[in-house]
């Protein structure tokens, strides 16, 4: 049985703000916060510490460890090599700065690492061994739960699904590589496949609610989803398609018993949930053979990848390795 440490605060570093939970001796969330992320690294060092000691306070405990999610490459010992939101942060370590000023066990890890955690443990992954996240965002990050544990690699670099190419002949990607799965199933890819419709002259209503083809973005796409718009919805069965093919490609290495999906897409709900449990009958492999894969929505929403990062930072048998990239 894993021994836990309680009550933790678990922060989510992204390339806007700074949020922060602290959670209880049971994991539920009973104290939030957040700051605008300062541009230093020393500097989000010092809100990470103040946040902690403002959420222990106003609550009244002691803070018995710390976890933190960041948008960025983060290896097992809690150094981030490099954040595509936080340009600042350049092989920074996060993890021991914290801990030499708190002086309490502290964890850093990826995002979408944390979040996969959170909807796993405590979201709608509960209840499953085996569990792969994906996140629908700008990009497409992800994580995986195996055997009821996390899943970070050898270096702790893994969950990078949105860079497996699915069109070697695809759109470049930010990467700098082409045909990366995000170009196809991101938030930022379902506006541009909103855009390439419009130019078509398929969409009409979204030209006007967005005032030009070139205006258009994926939230005035989501709007007339949600309200049932014919086109928007022809556009959202192609899209929910693309995410499939990632998604396939996934469950055929991984195998897991649940995919749930999360990012800011999910705020469309449950057409976008199912256009891609829809795609997904079209693309996957050994109908005969496999039992039903549940594909649902992430429960916790924005505050998944700090509720997460606070969930592992209460586990006491965090595995820290601080030398295994110089080793190698």
Request: net charge negative.
């Amino acid at each position: 049985m894993k021994m836990q440490r309680w009550p933790t605060v678990g922060f989510d570093i992204g390339g806007t703000n700074v949020r922060a939970v602290l959670l209880d001796e049971d994991g539920q969330l009973v104290g939030t916060s957040r700051r605008e992320r300062p541009e230093s690294p020393d500097a989000m060092v010092d809100v990470t510490v103040e946040l902690t000691h403002q959420l222990a306070d106003r609550i009244g405990v002691s803070v018995a460890a710390v976890g933190i999610g960041i948008a960025g490459i983060v290896d097992r010992s809690g150094v981030v090599y490099t954040s595509p939101n936080i340009p600042s942060l350049k092989s920074f370590p996060i993890r021991q700065r914290v801990a030499d000023v708190l002086e309490i066990p502290v964890v850093a890890d990826n995002d979408a690492t944390t979040a996969t955690w959170a909807e796993a443990a405590t979201g709608a992954g509960r209840g499953y061994d085996d569990v792969l996240f994906a996140a629908l965002g700008t990009g497409i990050g992800g994580g995986f739960v195996s055997d009821g544990e996390i899943r970070r690699g050898a270096f702790g670099f893994s969950g990078e699904i949105g860079h497996m190419i699915v069109d070697p002949s695809g759109p470049k990607c930010v990467c700098g590589r082409v045909g990366c799965w995000e170009r196809f199933g991101s938030g930022t890819a379902f506006g541009q496949l909103a855009r390439e419709h419009a130019a078509r002259g398929d969409l009409p209503a979204l030209v006007e609610r967005a005032g030009s083809v070139e205006a258009i973005r994926g939230e005035h796409l989501s709007a007339l989803v949600v309200e049932g718009e014919p086109g928007a919805l022809g556009v959202l069965e192609i899209f929910g398609e693309h995410v499939a093919v990632g998604l396939n490609n996934l469950v055929n290495i991984l195998d897991p018993s649940i995919v749930v999906i999360g990012g800011g897409l999910v705020d469309i709900g449950e057409p976008l949930i199912e256009a891609i449990r829809r795609g997904y009958q079209t693309v996957m492999v050994d109908h005969s053979v496999r039992p039903p894969l549940p594909i649902v929505a992430a429960q916790h929403g924005g505050r998944a990848g700090a509720i997460g990062a606070g969930l592992l930072a209460g586990l006491n048998d965090q595995k820290v390795d601080t030398g295994r990239l110089e080793s190698q």
